[in-house]
Nanobody, 126 residues
């Protein structure tokens, strides 16, 4: 049974920081690419960050580049999303996703990923 469980969401002021976790079970962690997506009310779910298996190369979309960092912990089978300098437009439900892959890149579109977590709410507000 493959399971992804996100945690760490909450309320933060603009300019603040949050760190999200994605714990993954039921797979060989080291051979799966992992991604983070977010979806604001009334908007399309968008990919924001991903990390490849093996080489652990990371890729970010421009709105979060330089502010967000995705990183793995192989021993804990957990992927993290560290978010800094948060803005109100970062408010969304954040999801993690995983896909078995031996590639050197990872895409920012949701149809490529087979396994998903339940989501965790991040609210950036004064």
């Amino acid at each position: 049974q493959v399971q992804l469980v996100e945690s760490g969401g909450g309320l933060v002021q603009p300019g603040g920081s949050l760190s999200l976790s994605c714990a993954i079970s039921g797979v060989t962690f080291e051979i799966y690419a992992i991604a983070w997506f977010r979806q604001a009310p009334g908007q399309t779910r968008e990919g924001i960050a991903c990390i490849t298996a093996g080489e652990q190369r990371t890729f970010y979309v421009d709105p979060v580049k330089g502010r967000f960092t995705i990183s793995p912990d192989n021993a804990k089978k957990t992927a993290y999303l560290e978010m800094k300098m948060l803005k109100p437009e970062d408010t969304a439900v954040y999801y993690c996703a995983a896909e078995r892959s031996s590639g050197t890149t990872c895409p920012h579109f949701q149809s490529w990923y087979s396994y998903w977590g339940q989501g965790t709410q991040v609210t950036v507000s004064p």
